[in-house]
C-alpha cells in the first residue's frame, strides 16, 4: 500500500479539469497527496472525475499501482470554488490554457485564498513565468514559477521548474520538494527562454522534421520510424550529450572533433549559425567528465546496452502475449 503523506505535503489544489489537470491529480493522489480540482465548468468536473478513475484502472491493469484505483481516487476531490480548492495547500498548479491573461487573473484569485506559504506553478507550455508575474502584486509574484511536465506526468516524470527574476528562492525549493515526493524529477531552468527546455529540443526536432518531409527526404511514417526505432529508443536511457560521449571512443571532446564540422555545415543549411566553439565543447566535456570519468567509459557503454536490452526484451514479450 501506498504510505499516507505527511503533513508537510498533504494536500495541492489543480486549477483546471482537463487533460494535464487530471494527469496531475493521478499523479498527486498516486502518491498520497488529497489532489483537489477546480474547474468552473461543472461538466468540466464530473468528466474529470471520471477521467481519473479511468486512467488509475489503466494504470493498475499494467501493474504500475500498489494501491486500489478506487481508494486513489478517494483523494481526489472536486470542490466547486476555488475558494474551497486552495485553501490549507502547499502547492496549487494551474492547468489553464495557455493565455497569459487567463493564468494571471487565476493567480489573483488563488492569491487571495491560498496559504502565503503556498507555492503557485503554472503548467505553461512555452509562456515564461515573467509575463504572467507583470500582472501580479510582489508577493504574489514571489511564490510563483512555472511548473511545466512531461504529458502525462504521472508517467514521463521530468518537470521543469522555472522561477523569474521575481521569485523567491524559497518557493523553487519548496517546489522542487514538493515535486519530488509525488515521484517527480525536477530540473530547474536557470534562465528563463520561451519553451524551457523539454518543448525548445522537442521542437528542434520537430522543426527538421518538417524540412525533411518538405525537402522530400524521407515520408511522415519514415521519419516516425526513425525516431521508433532508433532515437527513442536510446533517448529512453540516456540524453543527447550522454549520447555522443559513448557513441565515440574518447568521449565528447572526440566526438565533436569528428562529427562537429558536420553538424555545423547542417545547421548551416537551415541558417543556423551555432557551431560548438571549443570553449562550449571543453564546457560540456568538463560537464561530462565530472559525471562520468573516462576510465568508466566502457562500463558505461554496457550498461546502456544492457538498458536497450531490457527494453528490447520487454517488447518482445508483449509481442509475443499479443500473439498468443
Known amino acids: 500500500m501506498t504510505a499516507q503523506p505527511d503533513s508537510a505535503r498533504s494536500s495541492v489544489a489543480i486549477i483546471g479539469a482537463g487533460s494535464i489537470g487530471v494527469a496531475f491529480a493521478v499523479l498527486f493522489a498516486k502518491a498520497g497527496f488529497e489532489a483537489r480540482v477546480f474547474d468552473p465548468v461543472p461538466d ?68 487571495q485564498f491560498a496559504p502565503t506559504r503556498a507555492v503557485l506553478a503554472s503548467s505553461s507550455s512555452a509562456i515564461v513565468p515573467s509575463r504572467i508575474a507583470e500582472r501580479l502584486d510582489d508577493a504574489t509574484a514571489a511564490r510563483l514559477v512555472v511548473g511545466h511536465p512531461g504529458n502525462p506526468p504521472y508517467l514521463l516524470p521530468v518537470i521543469e521548474v522555472v522561477p523569474s527574476p521575481r521569485t523567491d528562492a524559497i518557493t523553487t525549493e519548496r517546489a522542487e520538494q514538493i515535486y519530488r515526493q509525488a515521484g517527480l524529477r525536477p530540473v530547474v531552468v536557470h534562465r528563463e527562454v520561451e519553451g524551457f527546455v523539454f518543448n525548445r529540443l522537442q521542437g ?22 526513425v525516431v521508433r526505432s532508433g532515437l527513442g529508443p536510446r533517448w529512453s536511457v540516456i540524453g543527447p550529450f550522454e549520447t555522443v560521449d559513448l557513441n565515440t571512443r574518447g568521449g565528447i571532446e572526440s566526438h565533436a572533433t569528428k562529427m562537429g564540422p558536420a553538424y555545423a555545415r547542417m545547421g548551416a543549411e537551415r541558417g543556423q549559425d551555432d557551431p560548438w566553439t571549443p570553449d562550449l565543447v571543453a564546457r560540456a566535456t568538463a560537464e561530462r567528465r565530472t559525471l562520468l570519468g573516462l576510465e568508466e567509459w566502457d562500463d558505461r557503454v554496457r550498461w546502456r546496452d544492457e538498458q536497450l536490452m531490457r527494453a528490447l526484451a520487454a517488447r518482445n514479450d508483449t509481442a509475443q502475449l499479443r500473439n498468443s
Open 44 to 111: 468540466a468536473r464530473r468528466r474529470g472525475k471520471k477521467d481519473a478513475l479511468d486512467r488509475l484502472k489503466l494504470l493498475a491493469d499494467h501493474r504500475l499501482l500498489v494501491e486500489d484505483p478506487a481508494a486513489i481516487a478517494s483523494r481526489i476531490t472536486f470542490p466547486a470554488s476555488i475558494e474551497a480548492a486552495v485553501r490549507e495547500v502547499n502547492l496549487v498548479q494551474e492547468c489553464a490554457p495557455e493565455k497569459v491573461e487567463l493564468k494571471a487573473e487565476i493567480f489573483v484569485e488563488v492569491a
Open 204 to 225: 528542434a526536432l520537430l522543426r527538421e522534421a518538417y524540412c525533411l518531409l518538405r525537402d522530400g527526404v524521407a515520408s511522415v511514417d519514415d521519419i516516425d520510424e
